[in-house]
């Protein structure tokens, strides 16, 4: 009996490390443009600020931010991507509303104007 259970478990194992190759993500994009006179290093900065309060709102440390810029050409345009493990996560970081968050979010319109945002479900194949 024992040996069937180790074999069972030796079996399916592996199976358990490919479900994550078929996670559903929650990826919420940012189409924006610094504002004149400011700098992407300070976008990047206040965004480090941003995650770290997401992630405790959001009460996960799989929250991921990534700022996509320009290496060529216009280098003021640039896109925000956020993903986040589950939809819940995605609202629970959305509806929260601290002192530290507001603040956060003013530093944001300070430095930049965000024109488009979409909301989508991303699937790893």
Not at 67 to 89: E, H
Not at 95 to 113: D, P, R, V, Y
Request: glycine share 4%; proline share 2%; with cysteine.
């Amino acid at each position: 009996m024992r040996r069937m259970i180790l074999a069972a478990i030796c079996c399916f194992t592996p199976l358990i490390g490919l479900a994550d190759a078929g996670d559903v993500r929650i990826v919420e994009m940012w189409q924006c443009e610094l504002k004149e006179g400011q700098k992407m290093e300070d976008v990047k900065a206040n965004n480090t600020k941003w995650l770290a309060l997401t992630r405790k709102e959001a009460a996960s440390d799989d929250v991921r931010s990534y700022a996509l810029s320009s290496i060529v050409g216009d280098q003021s345009n640039f896109v925000f991507v956020d993903t986040f493990p589950n939809l819940a996560a995605w609202s629970a970081a959305k509806s929260a509303k601290s002192e530290e968050g507001k603040a956060i979010e003013a530093t944001f319109n300070e430095l930049m104007e965000c024109t488009k945002n979409r909301l989508f479900e991303s699937t790893e194949h």
